[in-house]
C-alpha cells in the first residue's frame, strides 16, 4: 500500500466513522468510560492502576467491572480480529514508518498499517460502548469524540520530572533517559498527527489535564474519578 493509498483510506474512514458516527448507538450509552493520553515519564501507567482499583471499589462488585487496558489493549484488538500475537510488535503505541510497512506488508509479514489501525478503531469503539473500561493510547479521545459518558483525560508532567522518573524506572542516565522521552512523545504525537491531523497536546481535544508533578497516585487518580462522575451526572 502506498502512502498516498493509506492516506486517502485513512480520511475517508475517519470522515465516515469517527466525525459522523452513528448517534443512535451513543446516545443511549450512559455507560461511563475513561481514554488516557499521557506524556512519557508522568507515571500514567501508576496513576492508571489506582483509578481502575477507585472506580472498581465505587462499582460495589457489579457484573460489569471495571477494566485496564493498557497493554493488554493491543492483545484484545488482535483477539477480536482473530489475527496472531507476534503482530503486537508492529503495533507500538506510537508511530511505524510507513516504508517499514510497505516492505513488510510487501514480503507477507503482517497485514497493513491501515488494517491494524481500522482493527484498533473498532475495538476501542466497542470497548467504550460497552463501558466500564480505561482505554489508554492510540487516540482513544479522538475515536470516542462523540461518545459522552467517555472522560477524555491527558496526564502531563514537567520535563525534568518525567526524566526523573523515566531515569529511575529504566535505570539509565540522564543522556539515555532524555532520548526515551523524547523518541516516545514524538511517535506518539506523529501517530495523532497522522490518523486524526490533530495537536496531541491540544487542551481542547481533553476533558481534563492532570499535571503530575505535585500529585501523587492516589490523588491524580482521585481527581480523575471525581471529573467522571460529574461528567456522568450532567448526561443523565
Known amino acids: 500500500m502506498s502512502t498516498s493509498t493509506s492516506s486517502r483510506g485513512c480520511g475517508s474512514y475517519v470522515a465516515a466513522n469517527l466525525f ?18 499521557r506524556q512519557t515519564g ?9 483509578l481502575v482499583t477507585i472506580l472498581e471499589e465505587s462499582n460495589k462488585g457489579g457484573e460489569n467491572p471495571w477494566t485496564l487496558y493498557d497493554h493488554d489493549l493491543v492483545r484484545q484488538i488482535l483477539r477480536d480480529h482473530n489475527l496472531p500475537e507476534h503482530l503486537a510488535q508492529f503495533m507500538p ?7 517499514q510497512s510497505t516492505i513488510n506488508e510487501l514480503l507477507g509479514r503482517h497485514p497493513s498499517l491501515w488494517s491494524l489501525y481500522e482493527d484498533s478503531v473498532h475495538t476501542i ?7 466500564h473500561c480505561i482505554l ?10 462523540a461518545f459522552p459518558q467517555v472522560l477524555k483525560v491527558r496526564i502531563v508532567g514537567s520535563k525534568h520530572r518525567r526524566i526523573q522518573e523515566v531515569m529511575n524506572r529504566a535505570n539509565v542516565s540522564t543522556k539515555q ?14 501517530y495523532v498527527r497522522k490518523h486524526y491531523n490533530s495537536d496531541i497536546d491540544e487542551p481542547t481535544h481533553y476533558d481534563l489535564i492532570v499535571n503530575t ?12 474519578a471525581s471529573a467522571l462522575c460529574e461528567k456522568c451526572q450532567q448526561i443523565r
Do not use: M, W
Open 177 to 190: 533517559a532524555e532520548t526515551i522521552l523524547r523518541n516516545e512523545d514524538n511517535a506518539r504525537a506523529s
Open 42 to 50: 508522568s507515571r500514567g501507567a501508576a496513576v492508571c492502576e489506582r
Open 125 to 131: 469503539r466497542r470497548l467504550a460502548h460497552e463501558g
Open 136 to 145: 489508554v493510547g492510540r487516540g482513544g479521545n479522538f475515536i470516542t469524540k
Open 20 to 37: 459522523n458516527p452513528d448517534h443512535s448507538q451513543t446516545a443511549s450509552q450512559t455507560i461511563p468510560a475513561v481514554t488516557v493520553s
Open 213 to 224: 508533578d505535585h500529585l501523587n497516585d492516589e490523588a491524580a487518580a482521585g481527581l480523575i
Open 93 to 99: 503505541d506510537g508511530s511505524v514508518s510507513e516504508y
